[in-house]
């Protein structure tokens, strides 16, 4: 929302809220990824888990235009299932 918030010119107070926002989810991201990083050691997770973070924070850096702003939510959702995937497959080989 920030990163659409700039393209359009969004007034400097609306930008700091969103920015705050920002920090918080990614409080609310990091959380639960050191808890799966100590629960589950599987190279394939984590690596995939590592890649959706990724793809989801560079989203921070892709305010040129709207279309590399969808371009990349759209990565970052697909890294999502991927993730998805992997640990699901994980999980119903170790439950």
């Known amino acids: 929302m920030r990163g659409d918030a700039l393209l359009k010119g ?3 107070e ?3 809220s969103l920015r705050r926002e920002s920090h918080q989810t990614r409080s ?3 959380r639960p990824l050191v808890a799966m990083r100590v629960l589950i050691t599987d190279p394939a997770v984590r690596t995939a888990a590592d890649h959706m973070i990724t793809l989801t924070y560079a989203i921070r850096d892709h305010f040129g235009s709207t279309e590399e702003l969808t371009a990349a939510r759209e990565a970052a959702m697909v890294a999502h299932d991927q993730f998805v995937d992997t ?3 994980y ?3 170790h439950a």
């Open 14 to 16: 609306l930008i700091q």
């Open 28 to 30: 609310q991201v990091t």
């Open 87 to 89: 640990a699901a497959r």
């Open 91 to 93: 999980l119903a080989q």
């Open 10 to 12: 969004a007034e400097a």
